[in-house]
């Protein structure tokens, strides 16, 4: 696999006067020719900064990137251009110019000619669906479709590495689904390496090829969705009674496992959570107690988000 992004030891601190927020602390990842990768991480873990300091809008303190093999911080201008990137929440684009116009914009500044795009431009404005309001200023769209022709920029000139960071943020789920699919095939097709950071589990889970997961700016994992499941994922054991249970039964439970309680017109639902099948035997020793009338036992597996929390659960996040 073909190495396009190299980070090593980054390190960012961001200083207002008395104060110092440690924003990122000495991550190392790298990103390969055609792969797109996820980050993940609550609020305020430091993806932003990662994304920013790729695309040297943040001088870090500490630690190298490379782009293409190119050290971003000698030599910003020639990594700007071999980077396309839909930034959290600014304006990536001019709300004056007209949706064809931004993107022939972009691509000038990137050094590249109307003829060097325009199987591009055609390609990007038919995929997404903005042909017909290409010649309309884009102060005039939704913001979903603001945010199209802004992610249509980053990859109008098909460069190596392509920075998303947040890039379904008020898209509606048909055009986010969409994206999904365009997304993945321009990485397969240009061999563009594509990092993305979203808060959206779907979209990464059905997008994502490996996962960063980062905390507090560190990253705490960095794997594949399918390993990623394969390692965090847990049973969740759905038991239907007819009865409620005691009160001392329900405390004995709580005591020893995670576990929830429904009551619906169905019956009374005990939720568990079980790391281990044995358990199941201390559960039914508890049950017995008062032996109430079990209707169902069903096992639920738990999806991505259930692992992305695990994950940050079994790193001291109290959730
Ligand atoms: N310009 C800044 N000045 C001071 N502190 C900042 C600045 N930008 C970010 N921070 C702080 O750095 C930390 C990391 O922020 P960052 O925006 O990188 O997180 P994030 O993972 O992108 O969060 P979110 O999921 O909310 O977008 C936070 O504590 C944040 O408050
Ligand atoms: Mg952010």
Redesign the pocket.
Known sequence: MEEVLRIENLS?T???KN?E????KDISFKGYKGEILG?L????????????SIVTI?EYDKGQIFVNGIDNKKHQNSVKQCIGAVL??ARNIYWRLTAKENLIYFAGLKGFGYKQIKDNLEYFLEKLELKDVANKQVREFSKGMQQKVAVACAFITSPKVVLL??PTLGLDIETARNMQQWIKLIAKQQETFILI?S?DMRFIENVCDRVLI?KE?SIIANDSVSDLKKYFMRKVYHILLEEDLLDEQKNNLEKGFRVRFEHTDKGHSIYLTLENDSYLYDIFEILGRKKQSIQSIEILNDDFEDVFLEILRRNGEKI
Not at 41 to 52: A, E, F, L, Q, R
Request: proline share 3%.
């Open positions: 960012k961001y200083k207002k104060n927020v440690l924003a990122v980050m991480g609550p609020n305020g873990s430091g993806k932003t900064t990662t994304v920013k943040v959290e929440g960071d947040e950071t808060h980062i700016g």
